[in-house]
């Protein structure tokens, strides 16, 4: 199949067809599917899409297809070809249970002139939170379809794209770059690790490469709502969090919200106990301002984590100062009363593993359980495997990022994952780095900077041989700006100058 992918006969008449620079756009983009067939292909339009002053967006050559590379499998897909290409590809990951076929998520690369990729993960998906695609029936997992979001349909879409590219162009890419975060990043792994020839730098943000990603959502679902009382209210999340910053925002040297390195933040929740029994529940409920046992215990377990008796890790601790997202996440909302967690990482036992849409979580155990994250199809969609010599071998870059506040992924699995790799293939430590965004949740949002130009610094690092020594990142609607450094090193204050100012700030081992 990939032998048969990667090989598209284009007689030369089609090729100067096709060509931009000898045929109109339109006409162009009408002639696509005059391409001789890509086996196991079939495109399903062409249109020519005219430029977007307003947006920013050249006239461009969107092509759809479908892709079936065996049995059971139906790769959605869409490649959109600028009209003034920069002779570069970039694939576009996806998010939850789905890919990302959307103008939204392209437009960033096509105004830079890149051919972009992207698919849709192997299903046709209502959102990022619908995994029933990953089962026929109860008990009757789809195996194809979980091998393509697993890594084949990323894998196969990009063969295509570059084929259909290369015909299109009349030349081969120069470059090939991936970018994604959550299962966009994970994504990015599934490839260095399992296909290393098909991108030259890949951009993977908050990875949820790990099974830890759902048994961390298991377990703080469990934390918060599978007994009585340990619930919080609404009102104690920015309790919590202001008090996590009275004792340890100054830790950097500079009073604004964000702890530069939580790690170093050991506040305990039992400062906010409660001094008198608190109210009984069923009357007026218990205090906003003060935690019960029940409550601190609660908070005490996110933040340590859970291990097992093997003393691995089940559920990686929270990093102390991101608390803005808990309500949503774990405390719960009528929209969704046990949190994001039990709709976005928790089905993935559920669905994935147990293939039963009549899965308790609150009776997963994870002495018990933690194997089978790992196990059958569930190792399918992991990308764990720290052995990226190939990818090393032939010169590709991996830039690693994550928000150090992150609620989903922990930030400590990417740089555990850093770690392994450099363990295990010596040579990747020039050919890898990890930024952590202070302050920032997932791929983006809190008190953090969250907004920086990481295909830039990947342009860079293949195109001229520099590295990235640092990104500056920088807030919607506000003045901060603050250097992301390549880890272990932090943003440290200088001492003088303006706070909101990435000047201010140099990079600094902790």
Avoid at 170 to 189: I, V
Avoid at 218 to 231: D, E, M, Y
Avoid at 251 to 274: S, Y
Avoid at 375 to 392: N, R, T, W, Y
Wanted: with cysteine; glycine share 10%.
């Amino acid at each position: 199949m990939e032998v048969r992918l990667r090989t598209l006969i284009v007689s030369s008449a089609a090729a100067a067809l096709l060509a931009p620079g000898i045929a109109s756009a339109q006409d162009a983009c009408a002639s696509v599917s005059a391409l001789a067939k890509i086996a196991n292909t079939t495109i399903v339009s062409a249109k020519a899409v005219p430029a977007n002053a307003q947006e920013k967006l050249p006239a461009f050559c969107e092509v759809q297809m479908t892709i079936r590379p065996v049995t059971g499998s139906q790769i959605g897909a869409i490649y959109r070809l600028p009209a003034n290409w920069n002779g570069k590809v970039l694939g576009i990951g996806g998010g939850g249970f789905s890919g990302n076929l959307t103008l939204n998520a392209a437009a960033n690369g096509l105004s830079r002139g890149y051919a972009v990729i992207q698919n849709d993960m192997g299903h046709a998906s209502t959102g990022a939170l619908d995994p029933a695609f990953t089962i026929k029936a109860p008990g009757q997992p789809n195996v194809e379809g979980i091998i393509d979001f697993g890594h084949r349909a990323t894998h196969v879409a990009t063969l295509v794209g570059k084929s259909l590219v290369s015909s299109y162009y009349g030349r081969a890419p120069q470059h090939a770059y991936w970018q994604g975060c959550s299962t966009g990043g994970r994504q990015g792994l599934a490839e260095i690790q399992r296909y290393p020839d098909d991108y030259d730098g890949v951009i993977a943000g908050a990875p949820v490469y790990t099974p830890l990603v759902y048994s961390n959502a298991i377990l703080r679902v469990q934390a918060f709502h599978k007994n009585p009382g340990s619930n919080l209210l609404h009102a104690h999340v920015p309790l919590i969090q202001k008090s996590v910053l009275a004792a340890c925002d100054m830790k950097d040297g500079v009073a604004d919200g964000i702890l530069t390195d939580p790690r170093a933040c050991t506040w305990d929740p039992g400062e906010l106990a409660c001094k008198a029994p608190s109210t009984p529940l069923g009357a007026s409920g218990p205090p906003e301002s003060c935690l019960t046992p029940a409550q601190v215990e609660t908070v005490r377990r996110v933040y340590s984590g859970v291990k097992t008796k093997d003393g691995k890790y089940a559920a990686m601790p929270l990093m102390r100062g991101g608390e803005t997202d808990w309500v949503a996440r774990m405390v719960g909302t009528p929209q969704q009363p046990r949190g994001l967690n039990a709709s976005l990482g928790a089905p993935f036992m559920t669905y994935v593993v147990k293939s039963d849409p009549s899965y308790d979580i609150m009776s997963f155990d994870p002495e018990r359980d933690m194997a089978a994250l790992s196990s059958g199809l569930a190792a399918e969609v992991h990308q764990q495997s720290p052995d990226i010599s190939k990818f090393v071998a032939r010169g590709g870059k991996l830039l690693l990022w994550h928000g150090f506040n992150d609620p989903g992924p922990s930030p400590l699995s990417t740089i555990a994952y850093m770690d392994a790799v450099k363990a295990k293939v010596p040579a990747a430590k020039d050919s890898m780095r990890l930024f952590l965004a202070p302050g920032v949740l997932h791929c983006g949002g809190g008190a953090g900077p969250d907004r920086f130009d990481s295909l830039t610094a990947m342009e860079q690092w293949i195109e001229k041989g520099i590295p990235p020594a640092s990104m500056i990142a920088t807030k919607a609607n506000a003045p901060i700006s603050r250097p992301l450094c390549p880890y272990p090193q932090l943003a440290k204050y200088k001492g003088t100058g303006d706070t909101n100012d990435a000047a201010s700030f140099a990079c600094s081992a902790p």
